[in-house]
């Protein structure tokens, strides 16, 4: 028999319908590790009656009334200043009580540090039932105890979340007349835990007097938290707060609330109650900063139980219901649908569950600790994909990483690689090199990431400064991870050279993809640096299929494939010759950029002309689906030789010095596949390439060893304390920074002079 453990967790709302229910009360309702409450069974108890499961809201949900009829409502004032808004739940509550009846409401225990339902016999007892508890009150026995008196015959009211309120009425099983229920517009329920932690942060060990976070004393109609102890208090408004801003964000709530099948205009409560925030926009008149309820009356029963309150009301208008649902758009959103998923919430419990304060919780958690500059959001493959191993590396991790846009890098790339990198990253707002220094804020950790991001020639347009990190601050660690020179030396000018000195100098950890580039750093920089594999060769194979996984393209028949980043006669010879002697179709994709010299251009153009196996401007996505099935790959590209071999594929690289051999050659020494890599087509039939098979046992052994030690770096790099800064050191840089302001002082003034005299001349010629 099915029982309640058979619902899934991410759709339970807590609200204690089942152990309420259960013959032989196995069912306890346990804090999970965030705090929320779930059903916990007894399995010694247990009958497996399965009464628990089918009277599930989540099983059985419960039908909503049809389109209501809605209200703007004011109790009298001295009603309202002891309300959370209009003051109508305590005339509700008047009128049950004149009754006989009694009412059903969440209330705090005497410390103040949980919420929980209980009943209210009289006007003294619903004191303490009134105001906005911002936190997920415990349920109790409340449902069993409103049954014995319903069925008594006295008048029930009871309130709660709309969840609470399907949940009453699946345990009922059936409608009582005397019952009378209301729902309110809720904005989430915060667990518990978190709500306590707060609570005994803010009181600082000091007994609680009073908690309230809506005293209309202090703060009129508004939301905001209003803490009272023996001595002390602490008030923050809605805006300061930040319990009130992590609740209204969705960051605290439980899992359910961002599917909640209540959050709509039809309701489960027989009225619906809640704050009016927007009337003003509706009806000015009908707002005076007292506060103003919204009433919705949702079926017959609702509208006898508000009819008898309405004498006692000073105001109680009726409201077009399409004017509400329009300002609610912006100013009660959870009237109209589930509060957004934060997704910064599972970062924020688990900073929570290390037992941090709320406060350090809270603060943390909208900071990354990894803030990425690469050429991630290029279309170019090999860029593309380093990113996305780097990302996924440190993200695997257990690190939070940005992907930190530049506004100016690379205009031409950022289509379809930028629609791959929102696919998978979280990624800032363009921003431009000026304003970088804002990242400080909110990255712990700045990484330069792998490729030829310290190619003088790729960034010479650019600031080259600008990926040496120099937007970082102090405080904030530096770490450079395969990142590469491209070749065996550098052409940065003597002026770049001492300026690139100068950042490499405040690193915290510097590595570089190629054996050559450590001699680089040393030699020309000055830098110590160390060896360490292409962040591609880090990646897991999962996170690879994740890629592979978005393509739509399916080959039938096994087939060469070839990359070739500069076409020429020899090398598409190279490919069809492959194809010929292993008796398989090929295909040729040619580089995405096209950033090709005068030959390579005119082969390009030839091969798209009289060749249907040529494909260009394959998605990312593609490209490697490509390579993860063919059956032998031939490329003049560095990472094409990579992905061959983390796919274990037959592979010839032609060397391709224009884009840098020095990467070639590292990595061939490293797997020791130094004779797959040629510079001419002949080469392959001298060595008989297409006859002897790469034994990959060999080669993986190889890259595993490898593949830990650059691990090993750059785990050491990452928790590794921020290096200490000397006195020479802090001296040297101020200077070098005094100098640069006085430069680019200077500089801004001969380019605001020379744009002055220019307009002069236009004017001169203009006169004639």
Known sequence: MENITNIEKTLCTGCGACANKCPVNAIEMKENEQGFLYPTIDNERCVDCGACFKMCPVTKPLDKNKIPSAYAVWAKD???LKSSSGGV??????????????????????????????????????????GSKYVQSNIGTSYKEAKKYLESGKSVLFSGTPCQIAGLYNYLGKNFDNLYTVDIVCHGTPSQRVYSRYVSERAQGMPIKEMSFREKATWGWGTAVSLYTEGAEYKKDFFSDPYLKAFSSG????????SCPYAQINRVGDITLGDFWGIGEIKPEYTDGRGTGLVLVNNKKGKELINSI?????????????????????????????????????????????????????????????????????????????????????????????????????????????EFARHFYDCSKITWEKDFKRFNGACETFLVGSDQLWNWWNIRHN????????????????????????????????????????????????????????????????????????????????????????????????????????????????????????????????????DNDAHSKSVTEKLLREDPNVLTNLR?????????????????????????????????????????????ESIAGTTGLENRLVTATAQIGERGLLDEAIDYSVVNERLNSERDRSMAWLDNALNKPIRKTSASELLLWKCLEHDKAIYESKLNEMQGALKSLSQRIEELEKKG
């Open 620 to 664: 990312i996505e593609d490209w490697l689906n490509y390579i993860a099935n063919a059956s032998f790959v031939a490329t003049d590209s560095f990472h094409g030789f990579c992905f061959s071999i983390i796919y274990n594929k037959q592979v010839i690289a032609y060397i391709n010095p224009r884009r840098g051999k020095a990467r070639f």
């Open 251 to 258: 960051l605290i709530v439980r899992a359910c609330c961002s």
């Open 89 to 130: 739940f305590s005339l509700l509550a008047n009128a049950i009580f004149k009754d006989g009846g009694v009412v059903f409401g969440a209330r705090y225990s005497d410390d103040f540090l949980s919420v929980y339902h209980t009943i209210a016999k009289n006007e003294r007892e619903l004191a303490l039932l009134r």
């Open 78 to 80: 001295d009603i309202r």
């Open 310 to 418: 309405k004498k006692e009301c000073t105001l109680f208008e009726g409201v077009d219901l399409e004017k509400i649902k329009e300002v609610s758009k912006t100013r009660n959103g959870q009237l109209l649908a589930p509060v957004r998923k934060n997704p910064l919430r599972d970062r924020f419990f688990g900073l929570f569950n290390q037992g941090l304060s709320f406060a350090q919780a809270y603060e943390k958690t909208p900071k990354y600790d990894v803030g990425y500059v690469g050429w991630w959001d290029s279309k170019n493959y090999g860029s593309a994909l380093t990113s996305f191993a780097m990302n996924r590396t440190l993200t695997k991790k257990g690190l939070r990483v940005l992907m930190l846009e530049h506004g100016g890098i690379r205009p031409d790339a950022k289509s379809y690689g930028l």
């Open 463 to 594: 600031r080259p400064e600008f990926f040496f990190l120099d937007f970082v601050e102090q405080g904030h660690k530096r770490i450079a991870y395969a990142t590469s020179f491209g070749k065996d030396n550098t052409d940065f000018p003597d002026d770049k050279r001492l300026r690139v000195s100068y950042h490499l100098s405040k690193f915290d950890a510097i590595s570089v993809r190629e054996k050559s580039g450590v001699d680089v750093c040393k030699n020309e920089f000055g830098a110590e640096a160390t060896h360490v594999l292409d962040p591609v060769f880090l990646c897991d194979m999962d996170s690879y299929k994740e890629v592979t996984d978005l393509s739509k393209l399916k080959e039938r028949e096994k087939y060469v494939f070839s990359y070739i980043l500069d076409p020429t006669e020899d090398k598409i010879e190279m490919v069809k010759l492959t194809a010929k002697r292993l008796g398989l179709p090929y295909r040729i994709a040619i580089d995405a950029l096209r």
